[in-house]
C-alpha cells in the first residue's frame, strides 16, 4: 500500500483541523500518539523515567501543536510533513526535558546509597567521643528513676517536648521538669566526680 492511500484518511483529519474540527484533532492525535512515544520511551534512561514520561512529552508538544493550529501558524502540505514536524517536535521536546531534568538527576541519589567524596564531610565522633557518650548515657539511665527511663529514652532518640508528652500521656510541663531534674542531678553527679 502506497504511503499517500495510506495517508488519505489523515489528509482528511488534517484538512477537518484547519477547519477547527476539535474531533480530527483528537482522531490525529490517536493515530500519531503510539509513534511518537515509542520514539521517547527508546531514548528515556531509567534515572530520567523518575522525572518524566513519554505521555507528558507527547501532550505538550501536542499541546503547542493545536495552540499553533488555532493561531494559524502551523500548515501542513500533507500527513507526511505533519509527521515528520512531530517527530521532530517531540525529539526537540524530550532533549529539553532530559537538560531541564539533567542536574537533579546527578545530584539525586538513594538514601542507602553512602555520600561520595564531593560532598561535604559530616563531622562524626571520634572513638574516644563515642566511649564518653557511652558513659554519659550509663550515668544518666542509672540516676534516673526507672519510672522516667523511657522519657529519657525518646528524648534520645530526638524526639521533642511535645511529642514526648503525647506518647507518655503527661503534660509537656512534667516532661520538662522531669527532664530538667534529670539534667541538674547529672551536673551535681559530675561535680562530685571532679
Given at each position: 500500500m502506497s504511503s499517500t492511500t495510506h495517508d488519505a484518511p489523515l489528509e482528511q483529519l488534517i484538512e477537518r483541523l484547519k477547519q477547527g474540527d476539535v474531533t480530527a484533532a483528537e482522531q490525529l492525535l490517536v493515530a500519531f500518539e503510539p509513534q511518537l512515544r515509542l520514539l521517547v520511551r527508546r531514548q528515556l534512561s531509567p534515572d530520567m523515567q523518575a522525572k518524566f514520561d513519554?505521555?507528558?512529552?507527547?501532550?505538550?508538544?501536542?499541546?503547542?501543536?493545536?495552540?499553533?493550529?488555532?493561531?494559524?501558524?502551523?500548515?501542513?502540505?500533507?500527513?507526511?510533513?505533519?509527521?515528520?514536524?512531530?517527530l521532530r517536535a517531540t525529539q526537540n521536546r524530550f532533549i529539553d526535558q532530559v537538560r531541564k531534568h539533567r542536574q537533579a538527576s546527578r545530584l539525586e541519589r538513594p538514601l542507602d546509597q553512602p555520600s561520595t567524596s564531593d560532598e561535604p564531610a559530616v563531622a562524626r565522633?571520634?572513638?574516644?567521643?563515642?566511649?564518653?557518650?557511652?558513659?554519659?548515657?550509663?550515668?544518666?539511665?542509672?540516676?534516673?528513676?526507672?519510672?522516667?527511663?523511657?522519657?529519657?529514652?525518646?528524648?534520645r532518640q530526638g524526639f521533642s517536648l511535645a511529642e514526648i508528652a503525647a506518647r507518655t500521656g503527661?503534660?509537656?510541663?512534667?516532661?520538662?521538669?522531669?527532664?530538667?531534674?534529670?539534667?541538674?542531678?547529672?551536673?551535681?553527679?559530675?561535680?562530685?566526680?571532679?
Open positions: 513519554s505521555v507528558d512529552v507527547v501532550q505538550s508538544v501536542w499541546a503547542d501543536l493545536l495552540d499553533g493550529f488555532r493561531d494559524g501558524r502551523w500548515q501542513f502540505r500533507d500527513a507526511q510533513q505533519l509527521r515528520a514536524f512531530l565522633p571520634s572513638p574516644t567521643e563515642n566511649v564518653r557518650a557511652a558513659e554519659m548515657w550509663d550515668r544518666l539511665v542509672a540516676l534516673c528513676p526507672e519510672q522516667h527511663r523511657w522519657l529519657l529514652e525518646l528524648k503527661l503534660h509537656e510541663s512534667s516532661v520538662r521538669r522531669i527532664l530538667y531534674d534529670l539534667a541538674r542531678r547529672f551536673a551535681l553527679d559530675e561535680s562530685d566526680l571532679s
